[in-house]
C-alpha cells in the first residue's frame, strides 16, 4: 500500500506512511492524515480504498513474497511466552527483589507483543491490496 495511489471518497490519495500504536492505524497519504483507526477495525477502513488504473498497471512489480510461519511454532512461541510471563508472577509474588528483572522481561515480552501486531496489521493490509 506505501506509495501507491488510491481513491478514497472520490480523491486521488498517494499513501505515504502508516503507523499502529495503541492498537491504533493512522494512514498518512499526500493529502491528509486519516484519523487513528482500532486495528482490529482497519480491514473495513482499508477496503474503501480502491486501486487506481496506474497502480494495477505497476502493481505486479512491487509486490513482497508472502512469509508464511506455520501455525504449530507461532503457538509454541506464544505458549512459551506465556510461560515467561506466569513464572515471573509467581517470582514476584515470591521474592519483591525480582521486580526489576521482571520488569526487563515484561518490557522484551511488550515489544514482542506489539511487532505481532504489527506484522498482524501489515498482513490484514497485504489481503486488501490483493
Known amino acids: 500500500m506505501l506509495n501507491r ?3 478514497f471518497n472520490a480523491v486521488s490519495h498517494k499513501i505515504l506512511t502508516y503507523k499502529i500504536e495503541n492498537d ?6 499526500d493529502k ?12 473495513r477502513f482499508l477496503e474503501q480504498f480502491l486501486k487506481t488504473e496506474e497502480d494495477e498497471a505497476t502493481s505486479g512489480a512491487e509486490t513482497l ?4 510461519v506455520p501455525m504449530p511454532e507461532v503457538l509454541q512461541v506464544s505458549s512459551s511466552l506465556k510461560d515467561v510471563l506466569l ?11 525480582y521486580i526489576p ?18 506484522e498482524i496489521a ?3 493490509i497485504k489481503r486488501v491490496n490483493q
Open 5 to 7: 495511489t488510491y481513491l
Open 24 to 29: 491504533k492505524l493512522t494512514l498518512v497519504s
Open 65 to 68: 513474497p508472502a512469509t508464511v
Open 87 to 97: 513464572d515471573n508472577i509467581k517470582r514476584v509474588q515470591e521474592n519483591k527483589e
Open 122 to 124: 501489515y498482513h490484514r
Open 101 to 118: 528483572q521482571a520488569t526487563a522481561i515484561n518490557e522484551n515480552a511488550r515489544t514482542l507483543i506489539d511487532l505481532a501486531k504489527t
Open 32 to 43: 491528509k492524515w486519516f484519523a487513528p483507526i482500532e486495528v482490529q477495525h482497519s480491514g
